[in-house]
Protein backbone atom coordinates (compact mmCIF):
# COMPACT_ATOMS: atom_id res chain seq x y z
CA UNK A 1 0.00 0.00 0.00
CA UNK A 2 0.84 3.72 -0.44
CA UNK A 3 0.63 6.13 1.86
CA UNK A 4 -1.30 9.43 1.45
CA UNK A 5 -2.02 13.12 2.34
CA UNK A 6 -4.07 15.73 1.47
CA UNK A 7 -3.30 19.07 1.71
CA UNK A 8 -5.29 22.56 0.08
CA UNK A 9 -8.38 22.36 1.92
CA UNK A 10 -10.07 25.62 3.10
CA UNK A 11 -12.55 28.22 3.35
CA UNK A 12 -13.75 30.31 0.19
CA UNK A 13 -16.32 32.20 -1.27
CA UNK A 14 -19.21 30.65 -3.52
CA UNK A 15 -17.61 30.81 -6.97
CA UNK A 16 -14.27 30.96 -5.86
CA UNK A 17 -11.40 28.07 -6.57
CA UNK A 18 -8.91 25.62 -4.71
CA UNK A 19 -6.66 23.10 -5.30
CA UNK A 20 -6.39 20.10 -3.58
CA UNK A 21 -3.04 17.45 -3.38
CA UNK A 22 -2.95 14.63 -2.91
CA UNK A 23 1.01 13.04 -1.59
CA UNK A 24 2.15 10.09 -1.90
CA UNK A 25 4.96 8.15 0.07
CA UNK A 26 6.32 4.94 0.53
CA UNK A 27 5.57 3.60 -3.41
CA UNK A 28 6.18 4.88 -6.84
CA UNK A 29 2.43 6.36 -7.85
CA UNK A 30 2.50 6.23 -11.37
CA UNK A 31 0.90 2.83 -11.28
CA UNK A 32 -1.36 3.89 -9.30
CA UNK A 33 -4.99 4.85 -10.01
CA UNK A 34 -6.03 7.92 -7.76
CA UNK A 35 -10.15 8.81 -6.88
CA UNK A 36 -11.17 11.73 -4.86
CA UNK A 37 -14.07 11.40 -2.77
CA UNK A 38 -16.30 13.62 -0.53
CA UNK A 39 -18.18 13.79 2.45
CA UNK A 40 -20.34 15.76 3.66
CA UNK A 41 -22.17 16.05 7.19
CA UNK A 42 -24.71 13.12 7.69
CA UNK A 43 -24.43 12.07 3.70
CA UNK A 44 -22.53 9.30 2.65
CA UNK A 45 -19.45 9.37 0.60
CA UNK A 46 -19.03 10.29 -2.81
CA UNK A 47 -17.21 9.77 -5.83
CA UNK A 48 -15.52 13.21 -7.07
CA UNK A 49 -13.32 12.50 -9.62
CA UNK A 50 -10.62 9.60 -10.64
CA UNK A 51 -8.20 9.32 -12.88
CA UNK A 52 -5.84 5.69 -14.15
CA UNK A 53 -3.20 6.35 -16.22
CA UNK A 54 -3.69 9.67 -18.14
CA UNK A 55 -7.52 8.84 -18.24
CA UNK A 56 -10.11 10.89 -16.24
CA UNK A 57 -13.39 10.21 -14.39
CA UNK A 58 -15.30 12.91 -12.93
CA UNK A 59 -18.95 12.78 -11.66
CA UNK A 60 -21.83 14.55 -12.68
CA UNK A 61 -22.15 17.13 -10.43
CA UNK A 62 -18.25 18.19 -10.67
CA UNK A 63 -17.89 17.76 -14.23
CA UNK A 64 -16.38 21.07 -16.23
CA UNK A 65 -16.04 22.60 -12.99
CA UNK A 66 -13.32 20.24 -11.94
CA UNK A 67 -9.61 18.94 -12.65
CA UNK A 68 -7.99 16.11 -11.73
CA UNK A 69 -4.43 15.62 -12.91
CA UNK A 70 -1.74 14.17 -11.65
CA UNK A 71 2.30 14.78 -11.42
CA UNK A 72 4.35 11.25 -11.27
CA UNK A 73 7.47 12.86 -10.80
CA UNK A 74 6.41 14.34 -7.78
CA UNK A 75 4.46 11.88 -6.57
CA UNK A 76 1.20 14.32 -6.28
CA UNK A 77 -2.57 13.99 -7.82
CA UNK A 78 -4.07 17.25 -7.39
CA UNK A 79 -7.94 18.30 -7.80
CA UNK A 80 -8.38 21.76 -9.15
CA UNK A 81 -11.92 23.07 -7.75
CA UNK A 82 -13.16 26.23 -9.63
CA UNK A 83 -16.80 27.63 -9.77
CA UNK A 84 -17.17 26.52 -6.48
CA UNK A 85 -20.73 26.04 -4.58
CA UNK A 86 -22.15 25.66 -0.65
CA UNK A 87 -22.97 22.21 -1.71
CA UNK A 88 -19.29 20.92 -2.18
CA UNK A 89 -18.61 21.56 1.43
CA UNK A 90 -17.52 18.43 2.60
CA UNK A 91 -14.61 16.48 3.94
CA UNK A 92 -12.56 15.54 0.51
CA UNK A 93 -10.36 12.44 0.72
CA UNK A 94 -8.20 11.01 -2.04
CA UNK A 95 -7.38 7.19 -2.37
CA UNK A 96 -5.07 4.91 -4.04
CA UNK A 97 -5.26 1.58 -5.64
CA UNK A 98 -2.70 -0.04 -7.85
CA UNK A 99 -3.42 -0.51 -11.57
CA UNK A 100 -5.18 -3.68 -12.93
CA UNK A 101 -6.78 -5.16 -15.46
CA UNK A 102 -10.24 -4.33 -15.71
CA UNK A 103 -10.21 -1.05 -14.14
CA UNK A 104 -10.36 1.66 -16.96
CA UNK A 105 -13.79 2.38 -16.35
CA UNK A 106 -16.50 5.08 -14.64
CA UNK A 107 -18.40 2.21 -12.79
CA UNK A 108 -14.86 0.79 -11.61
CA UNK A 109 -13.11 4.21 -10.24
CA UNK A 110 -16.33 5.72 -8.73
CA UNK A 111 -16.43 3.05 -6.44
CA UNK A 112 -14.66 3.50 -3.18
CA UNK A 113 -14.14 -0.71 -2.28
CA UNK A 114 -11.79 -0.59 -5.30
CA UNK A 115 -9.50 1.57 -3.41
CA UNK A 116 -7.18 0.31 -0.64
CA UNK A 117 -5.09 3.21 0.61
CA UNK A 118 -6.92 6.58 1.89
CA UNK A 119 -5.39 9.90 3.30
CA UNK A 120 -7.04 11.53 6.08
CA UNK A 121 -9.21 13.57 4.80
CA UNK A 122 -8.74 17.52 4.34
CA UNK A 123 -11.81 19.78 4.55
CA UNK A 124 -13.59 22.39 2.06
CA UNK A 125 -16.01 24.70 3.07
CA UNK A 126 -17.48 26.89 0.59
CA UNK A 127 -19.44 29.97 1.55
CA UNK A 128 -22.65 31.35 0.22
Known amino acids: QVQLVESGGGLVQAGGSLRLSCAAS????????VGWFRQAPGKEREFVAAIRLSATYYAGSVRGRFTISRDNAKNTVYLQMNSLKPEDTAVYYC???????????????????????WGQGTQVTVSS
Open 26 to 33: GRSFSAYN
Open 95 to 117: AAAIDSVGSGSYSYTSQSRNYNS
